[in-house]
């Protein structure tokens, strides 16, 4: 997720072509999947404006997924026309309040927008993701209850979801949390798929993909070098490193396919491209919400 | 662990007053145990060599039992004349090498070392304890046999131990490993009290603890601000952060009796004190062997 969630929480512009050094360096680590971008308007994240062109200028002939968030049908016919995107990411929050203040809508008139943009699509051969943000603990309301996560993961499944992720956006679920949660929804939908999404404010992000593990689940998202933070509060950390991620999948003797040495050199990449004094580069502040609509 | 392991692999002395201030002030956050010092000769611990003084200085009256490190006979008498310490641990290693590195002596000669320790100290009400360094992965021949780990529980508790700690030295083991290690340690002793010691060096230190407490372990070690480092290795990080620690038990509900905010005072205060530039805090350097005999 580093080139989407991690480079819209930079302040400054970062040039095309080093975005594109930062994908092929995590192509070249054998990632499965890249969310490459947002199609978003760029008056919400004009760091994130030059999408078509930054996919354009990736190299064609990998066998990595490009996956991008869109948070309406605009977004999605402007990664449709691209040609490469192969699976899009859709928000909506757990509660009515948050998911208004990330693209001011009612949860049901984004789950409606959904249902519309999966349905076109499928017929275009590209796989909709739903994403439940903020699916463990609200930074207003504290821990989400599981019956409207459930609904949630529903809606979405109904409304044309081949993979709903649970997020845990703030980076504040407990690992026994995870566990319940991820079990319920897999007993409740057996058939479907899940991922995860775990940010590291707490550190515990390592603990509660082990524990999302215990329950089933096997589709984790993770960002190079830690980057990013999160739109619905101030303070959050980034989601999980991917290399962190990576360790404690091969500690274990998982198979992952991702040459870990190769992963940190792009760690190590993105950290100068985020540091660098050039790009003026600061996390976004408290407030600003980060995934607006167009 | 943190005024023992933590100030050990800090190069200066630092000022018995300040080290009494950090165990004050975890004492104060409501920390069940603290191993204050170590018992070893100043000769090859000289930050420790106040261990009687630190110990006539802390306040008496506080519920927080002290432990302590002892290596051999002679320090085991020094912390039993203190009557202030009711808890001793022991260290082997799983590998001869290591074992020699550390304490000069074969396994079966610690064995016997501590074997007449343990008498002595139930003796006089002080509960001895054992401690597997390099209990998982060991860093000149990987994976340690799990016959290994237990051979050396079992004579540990033939030997007198009332707890055995299994200790992730490096900072390298992997979450289903130490699942398995628990669970079959228990399985072969079940009347047995375990702990479990586990360096940050991956990251992976609160996954590592819940996988063990989904074994059934429910004590572990851990160092206020993450002080420490490894006296097998080079690069080793510290303990898991007792801090991080509490939070991740508070966040699945589990009562500690600890006061989260005071440890996170006195975890500011821990930095404050290795990071002070009049105390030339340093990390020990590799190859510098912090746990020798006396």
Known sequence: MSPRDGLQSVKAFIP?????????ALISAGLPKIEVTSFVSPKWIPQLADAEHLIESLRKESGTIFQALVLNEKGFQRARRTNLVKEITFVVASTEALNRKNVNMSIADSMRQFASIAKLAKADGIRPRGLVGVAFVCPHEGRVPTSRVLELIEKFFTSGAEEVTLADSLGAAAPDHVYDLFVQAKETFPDKAFAAHFHDTQHLALANIFSAMCAGIDVFEAAVGELGGCPFTAGAR??????????????MGI?????????????????QLVSSPSHEAQSAQAGLSLMQTQ
């Open 16 to 24: 095309t072509q080093e975005k594109v050094r930062l994908i092929e």
């Open 255 to 271: 198979e992952t396919g991702i040459d870990y040495d190769q992963l940190v050199k792009a760690s190590a990449f993105a950290h």
């Open 238 to 251: 980034g989601n999980v490193a991917t290399e962190r991620l990576v360790y404690m999948l091969h500690s």
